[in-house]
């Protein structure tokens, strides 16, 4: 057979061209089931709704973590935050509205995701620590150091003065503000939520009477991610629901 007599009658840049559709057709097949391999089923936001677990679902895999624990994905039977709320209609995908204490209902910014209840850790210790468990840390003596300075809420009241500050030893940066209430207790304020000037720390997030209500933490020199995100969640329901004029259109 001569060179070149098979291409004669096969059109090769059409069969590529086929091969490079079915190709790519299960690259999108492969990248939707991945897509789905966390984060399902849903929750419909209503009793008794059904369960949307997504199409296609890949088959469980294992991941071992570093710390000797094991995670799979898709996990149908695991642990989602808990929420305190109401569909506001009885559809589908209808907004919640909150029940009871709304900083605490666990809805809209102050929705958490149920990490695992253990600290971050980075070379077999905790990652976020307090400031006097890591004497090697400190403030910048051009910053201002905000330990003893009273934290003032939204409603320009004292809720507490700082008394240490909570470092992230692996990313060389001050995570939380620890505030001492007046009413005794220690709470957690994410360093994001507080504008420290030279003579106080500013929240806008909260009242001053909002701060007893922090979620506490278990232990006092390390937090979990599972705390982590009942922290941060409970400032950023405030942003929404800290008053009730909050909620209101802002046009």
Known sequence: MGTGAIT???????????????????????????????????DPGREGGPKITGWPVPEPKTYKLEDGREFQAPDFQRADGSYNARPAHPWNGAPLEPVGDPLLAGVGPGAWAARADIPDMHEHEPKIVPLRLAADHGVAPRDTDPRGLPVIGADGKEAGKVGDLWIDRCEMMFRYLEVRLPAGGRVLLPIAFARIRKDEVVVDALLASQFGNVPALARNDQITMLEEEKVSAYYGAGTLYATPDRQEPLA
Not at 12 to 39: D, T
């Open 8 to 42: 004669q009658y096969v059109d090769v840049a059409q069969l590529v061209l086929y091969v490079f559709w079915a190709f790519f057709a299960g690259l999108i097949y492969y990248l939707a089931r991945e897509n789905h391999r966390e984060g399902y089923p849903m």
